[in-house]
């Protein structure tokens, strides 16, 4: 089955920064790469994806990218503000396959300091 | 208001004392799944169903019963629980799992003494 590395599992960076968090995957089937926070307490949210056909994406001060050749993908957020504090999870599927299983990633926290 | 909604949000049992944590969202989603967080090991898929009637293991299935008689209600059932089954489990549901956006329930803390 699919398998999702992710690091680092902790990263600090100064407010104003910015914060880049990797994953790869192991099923070059997989074409579904979302990326979801969760901030302290509460329930994770989606906050950018990534399909197989687009090598990169951007919405504001969030970016994804992928590399389907090397099989892993990235979140890069600029400006950090420490409202971005939280744990970051990426994850991996197969849309059009007969796994349908979601993998996801072991979490990265990120701290952002004033 | 689109929502999942879990219940209990926290329950504290003891060991073989069966339970069911109720799931149930109301965007007529046909795909829904239940996950356990652990620290250090990010979310984990236990089961997932695709639609009414239909589920199937997810990475960590063992240990957990589930069942899809309505689409908006996906319960998790632990005939025996085990202390190995403390964790913070959710619950979430999308139109598909393959390019949509998972809804995550508020989440259910459960401790087995």
């Known amino acids: 089955g699919e398998n999702v590395e992710q690091h680092p599992s902790t990263l600090s960076v100064q407010e104003g920064d910015s914060a880049v968090i990797k994953c790869t995957y192991s099923?070059?089937?997989?074409?579904?790469f979302p990326w979801y926070k969760q901030e302290l307490g509460k329930r994770p949210q989606l906050i950018i994806d990534i399909r197989s056909n687009v090598g990169e994406k951007k919405d504001q001060r969030i970016a994804v990218t992928l590399n389907k050749t090397a099989k892993h993908f990235s979140l890069h957020i600029t400006e950090t503000q420490p409202e971005d504090s939280a744990v970051y999870f990426c994850?991996?599927?197969?849309?059009?396959?007969?796994?349908?299983?979601?993998?996801f990633g072991k979490g990265t926290l990120l701290t952002v300091n004033p | 208001e689109a929502q999942v909604t879990q219940n209990p949000r926290y329950l504290i049992t003891v060991t073989g004392k069966k339970l069911t944590v109720t799931c149930s969202q109301n965007m007529n989603h046909e795909y829904m799944s239940w996950y356990r967080q652990d620290p250090g090991l990010g979310l984990r898929q236990i089961y997932y169903s695709m639609n009414v009637e239909v589920t199937d293991k997810g990475d960590v299935p063992e240990g957990y019963k589930v069942s899809r008689k309505e689409k908006r209600n996906f319960p998790l059932i632990l005939e025996s629980p085990s202390p190995n089954q403390t964790s913070l489990y959710f619950c979430?549901?999308?139109?598909?799992?393959?390019?949509?956006?998972?809804?995550f329930g508020p989440g259910t803390r459960l401790t087995v003494l």
């Open positions: 979430a549901s999308s139109w598909s799992v393959g390019t949509d956006t998972q809804y």
């Open positions: 099923d070059s089937a997989s074409n579904y």
């Open positions: 994850a991996a599927s197969n849309s059009g396959g007969s796994n349908y299983k979601l993998t």
